[in-house]
Antibody, heavy 119, light 110 residues
Framework: QVQLVQSGTEVKKPGASVKVSCKAS????????MHWVRQAPGQGLEWMGV????????GYAQKFQGRVTMTRDTSTTTVYMELSSLRSEDTAVYYC????????????WGQGTLVTVPS | QSVLTQPPSASGTPGQRVTISCSGS????????VHWYQQLPGTAPKLLIY???QRPSGVPDRFSGSKSGTSASLAISGLQSEDEADYYC???????????FGGGTKLTVL
């Protein structure tokens, strides 16, 4: 069965970086894109970007350009999302979610990783 | 401010039919397919409808989606208490070159 298992809760200081992992299993890792979506407390879903695990190409939301880096490790079927220069507004639950291609629906989601940046 | 516009709230009584709208533009809904997600409290979003009107395996046929021009709708018939959740529409945006979401609609079952 398809599973996306994310790393655990993080508490970071302002200005620091955080790297969240998402380990995929139960399917061919390189056949599906992986998106990162975040949700601030009490707020809606916000798309951050997408990575193609096959070649490693990425696409980021303009809001996060220069601050986010998405990578993958095909040997461990894991994708990573690193966000730098953290501020209190980055406090959110971060989700990975796979899709057939960059514009198709995300059919499986990770359980979410809470990142807290105290103000 | 979300690129796709949804009503912040909707409500209905058990057994009723409710609809949730999602309005966009030519660069997103007007030229790409719409997907709907259901998020129960404290859980990750779950795919409810993909490609405008397709249901993933396991999603009851009480849920249906439609699209016309630059707008889309999610309909839930035979409303049940377990349908109380947040619902989000999403689509690829050709101008932004990324996925855009609606702000979400909180459905209350009275």
């Amino acid at each position: 069965q398809v599973q996306l298992v994310q790393s655990g809760t993080e508490v970071k200081k302002p200005g620091a970086s955080v790297k969240v992992s998402c380990k995929a299993s139960g399917y061919t890792f390189t056949s599906y894109y992986m998106h990162w979506v975040r949700q601030a407390p009490g707020q809606g879903l916000e798309w951050m970007g997408v990575i193609n695990p096959s070649g490693g190409s990425t696409g980021y939301a303009q809001k996060f350009q220069g601050r986010v880096t998405m990578t993958r490790d095909t040997s461990t079927t894991t994708v990573y999302m690193e966000l730098s220069s953290l501020r209190s507004e980055d406090t959110a639950v971060y989700y990975c979610a796979r899709s057939w291609d960059s514009g198709s629906a995300a059919d499986y989601w990770g359980q979410g990783t809470l990142v807290t940046v105290p103000s | 401010q979300s690129v796709l516009t949804q009503p912040p709230s909707a409500s209905g009584t058990p057994g009723q039919r409710v609809t949730i709208s999602c309005s966009g533009s030519s660069s997103n809904i007007g030229s790409n397919t719409v997907h709907w997600y259901q998020q129960l409290p404290g859980t990750a979003p779950k795919l409810l409808i993909y490609s405008n009107n397709q249901r993933p395996s396991g999603v009851p046929d009480r849920f249906s989606g439609s699209k016309s021009g630059t707008s889309a709708s999610l309909a839930i018939s035979g409303l049940q208490s377990e349908d109380e959740a947040d619902y989000y529409c999403a689509a690829w945006d050709d101008s932004l070159n990324g996925v855009v979401f609606g702000g979400g609609t909180k459905l209350t079952v009275l």
